[in-house]
């Protein structure tokens, strides 16, 4: 792989920095008046206008030759072909095999992956189909009504962010909840006021090791037995796991014929639409389920097969390249116009900077240039009442993705036109601005008009969708999932390793037992945390 900054492209891209860069999306548009038109694309039903962005064609072709002359075309083709490509855990990477379609076949070391697949979707399905029609008896007799995901990180986003994105399409006379945190308090809230008897844990971990998630999933056990009169047979009725550690929850005591497994070629922050999307299955059945991996299936044969510049997530991933190296940009938003996407933008950032927040190449050589930008954002409109400020008249030039709705899934009165005006008076706004000779042509006061004026030039990407489904949700998911792959691999980095996670699983581990031991133990930290360790121990009433 060809560092990117060694490749014919890059130059031209400094170049197309310091030319078509400089120049105002005013001009950029007065100069050609249809690039509205033109600098679009569509693809597993996503329309994205890149139009307002501070470029023109022929740095898209630019940047389609860096995407070609880093080998991201052929690394991507390895990824579809099963290829060890994430090498520092020396795994293959084939969250696209979750979502082939039942006739296909992917053989990976001897192994048709999607044979496999499809057995765990079937068994998933026939869970689900158990649970829902209420013919799954929880330990006393009674139906379940309550599911309670225990995870966190990759085992959590994703089914939080799924569930709440899909929730018009959910059973909406179950409750579904989601217990990530340590603190205590995650898992109180979750089970306050809910009835041991009608609920159901799913313990969700790749490694069923974690930390959090096994307190959390003891606790549960225990608050199970309490309300339950301490029979541990109670288990097998209220409890499943999601795991690709068999032994792990055979100790735990949940019997593994309620175990839906997955593979360690599956990435945490690239599962939901394994077993771990187990709790989505729940909430919008099966046959939903198989429409959002038909959804995701679509968006990753069209980053397969589509030409590079008019491939979605190829596009989508070489802005973020253009702003992040060639701007100096440090962060990029993400405003999705739909309460039911509140927590994507959490969801990403998880996506996006776990997966290209490194300082090293594959070969482990460092990086030679910047690499993955901080992600960030919140539902509009409501952040446009907040932070908008700083996008329109702050000192950073943030490019942002506004992602809109045809269809509104509760239309009530006016709410949606209001809702879409705002995507695209913001877009405008931020391209175009407000210049000195608009504000006095309507009389402004002179003193006012330095901070009335709005530079514009702010670039925007409208990703417009018709409705969010199933299907769509698992398109928009995918569009993501190929960008943040397009990116790393032009950045020639392994973007499916997580040692920074890794970490923190191992570090705590030290200051637990000095947290907790009687007598006071030898610390043999920095005076800082040494410090923090007694005053902590002193509050305990430990010395
Ligand atoms: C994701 C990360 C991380 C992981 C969690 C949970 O890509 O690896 O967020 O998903 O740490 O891990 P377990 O599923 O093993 O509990």
Known sequence: MTAPGDTPAWKKLEDDRRGVGEIHLRQLFDEDPARGESMVAEGAGLYLDYSKHRLDSSTVAHLAELAEQTGMPGHRDAMFRGERINVSENRSVLHVALRMPR???????????????????????????????????????????????????????????????????????????????????????????????????????????????????????????????????????????????????????????NMFGFWEWVGGRYSMDSAIGLSTMLAIGPDRFDDMLAGFHEMDRHFLETGLEQNLPVIHGLLAVWYRNFFGSQTQAVLPYSEYLHRFPAYLQQLTMESNGKRVTLAGQPVSTDTGAVFWGEPGTNGQHSFYQLLHQGTEMIPCDFIGFNHALNPLGEHQDLLVSNVFAQTEALAFGKTVEQLEAEGVDAALIPHRTFPGNRPTSTIMVDRLTPHSLGALVALYEHSVFTQGAIWGIDSFDQWGVELGKALAQKIIPELTAEASPELDHDSSTSNLIRRYRKAQGRN
Request: net charge negative; hydrophobic share 40%; charged share 25%.
């Open 103 to 257: 006739h296909r076949s992917l053989v990976v070391d001897g192994v048709d992956v999607v044979r496999e697949v499809h057995e765990v979707l079937t068994r998933m399905a026939a869970f689900c189909e158990q649970v829902r029609s209420g013919s799954w008896l929880g330990h006393t007799g009674m139906p379940i009504r309550n599911v309670i995901n225990v995870g966190i990180g990759g085992s959590d986003l994703g089914p939080v962010m799924a569930y709440e994105a899909l929730k018009d399409y959910s059973k909406r006379d179950m409750e579904f909840r989601f217990v990530s945190n340590v603190d205590g308090t995650d898992f109180f809230e979750a089970t306050r006021d809910l009835d041991p008897a009608e609920t159901l844990f799913i313990v969700s971990s790749k490694t069923f090791t974690t930390l959090e998630t096994m307190t959390n999933a003891h606790t549960a056990r225990d608050w199970l037995l309490d309300g339950l009169g301490g029979d541990r047979a109670a288990v097998a009725r209220h409890f499943v796991a999601v795991s690709t550690n068999a032994e792990g929850v055979a100790e735990f005591g949940i019997d593994t014929d």
